[in-house]
C-alpha cells in the first residue's frame, strides 16, 4: 500500500527540463501536433490558422465536433490578429489576469478557421503563465490552438506521462514541463453578453474577477446539463476509469472504516489529515488541509488510481467556496460519469 502526504515541500521541482522548442515550432509549422505545458493543464496544441491541424485535435481527442476549442496566445499583437475587437471590459481583465488561468470569450476574427469554435461568432482566448507555452508561442510567432491533451471526457493531463499514456503515437512529441502549479483548468469568462458570466469555474474566483471588472454572473451548476452558453459543459468530464465515492468531512473515517474491509480495491484522496488506518488501502493520499495543494494533485490522483488498479476511490468533498467551487465541479462531474 502506498501512503503518500502531499505536501509543498515534497512537490517536485517546476520546470526544470529543457524542451526541444524549435522541433516542435517545426510540427506545428508542418500541420502537426504538440502537447505543451501550461500552468492549468497540458495542452494539445495546433496551429490555429491550419484547419486540417485543427480537424486532427478533434480527431485523436474523440472530440465531439460541437465543442470547440481555447486559443492561447503569447501577446497582444497575436490577440488582436484572432479577434473582432478587444473591449473595454477585456482590456481591463487582461492587464490583470494575463498571463494566467483565465480564458475570455471574444468575437471570433474573419481569419480564424470557424472549425476552431464549431461554427460558434465566438472565440475562447487566454494568454497561459508558464514559461515553455510563453516560448513555443514566441517561437512559432502565432497563437495555438489547444484543449487540455486527453481524450475526451477524460480526466485532464498535468503531467508529460498522462498525456504519452492517454494519447500515445497520436501526438507527436511532448513537452515536460514537470507537474502543472494550477492543476485544474482556466476560469471561462464570457464577456460578450452585457454582463460577463462564469461558463467554467477556476483558480480565478467571482470574487477577484468582481473586484476589477463590478457584476459577474455566477457559474450554474445547472448549465452542465441545457444547452447554455458553454457548449464544453454538455458532455461527460474529467470521468477515469475509476468508481469515485465523494464523502464530506464528518462522515470520512466512518466511511473510510465501512470501506475498508468492503474486499474491493479502494483508494484514498483526502485534503484532510485524518486518523484512519491505512491497511487495506490500495492508496491513500493525503493533503496538508490546503484547496492549492488539493487542486494540484487532484488530476494526477486520478490517473494514479487508474494506473494502480483502484476500482473504488474515496475522496473528500470541500466547501464551494474560492478554489472549492472549481474542485467540486470537476470532482461532481468526475463522480456522475463514474457511476
Ligand atoms: O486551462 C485551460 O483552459 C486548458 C489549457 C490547455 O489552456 N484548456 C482547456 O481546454 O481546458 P478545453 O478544450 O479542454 O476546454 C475548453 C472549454 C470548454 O468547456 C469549451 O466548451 C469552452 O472552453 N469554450 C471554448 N470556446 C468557447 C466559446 N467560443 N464559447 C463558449 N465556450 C467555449
Ligand atoms: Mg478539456
Known sequence: MKTVLINKKKNPRLFEKDPPIQKAVGILQKGGLVAFPTETVYGLGARVFDPRAIEKIFEVKGRPLNNPVI?????????????????????????????????LIFPRGSRVPSEVSCGLPTLAVRMPDHPIALELLKELGEPIAAPSANRSGRPSPTQADHVRTELGDNVELVLDGGPCPVGLESTVLDITEAVP???????????????????????????REGPGKSPGRKHSHYVPNVRIILISEED??????????????????????????????????????????????????????????????????????????????RLERAAEGSK
Open 252 to 329: 470520512f473515517t466512518k466511511e473510510c472504516e465501512r470501506w475498508r474491509s468492503s474486499g474491493k480495491k479502494v483508494g484514498v484522496f483526502s485534503r484532510e489529515s485524518f486518523e484512519v488506518q491505512k491497511e487495506g488501502f490500495l492508496f491513500y493520499r493525503q493533503c496538508e488541509g490546503d484547496n492549492t495543494l488539493y487542486a494540484q494533485n487532484l488530476f494526477s490522483v486520478l490517473h494514479e488510481a487508474e494506473a494502480e488498479g483502484v476500482e473504488v476511490l474515496l475522496v473528500e468533498q470541500v466547501d464551494k467556496k474560492g478554489l472549492g467551487l472549481a474542485i467540486m465541479d
Open 71 to 103: 486559443v492561447h496566445v503569447g501577446n497582444l499583437r497575436q490577440l488582436e490578429s484572432i479577434v473582432k475587437e478587444v473591449s473595454p471590459i477585456a482590456k481591463k481583465l487582461l492587464k490583470v489576469f494575463w498571463p494566467g488561468p483565465l480564458t
Open 197 to 223: 458570466r462564469i461558463l467554467r469555474p477556476g483558480q480565478v474566483t467571482r470574487e477577484t474577477l468582481e473586484a476589477v471588472i463590478g457584476g459577474v454572473l455566477p457559474y450554474e451548476l445547472s448549465s
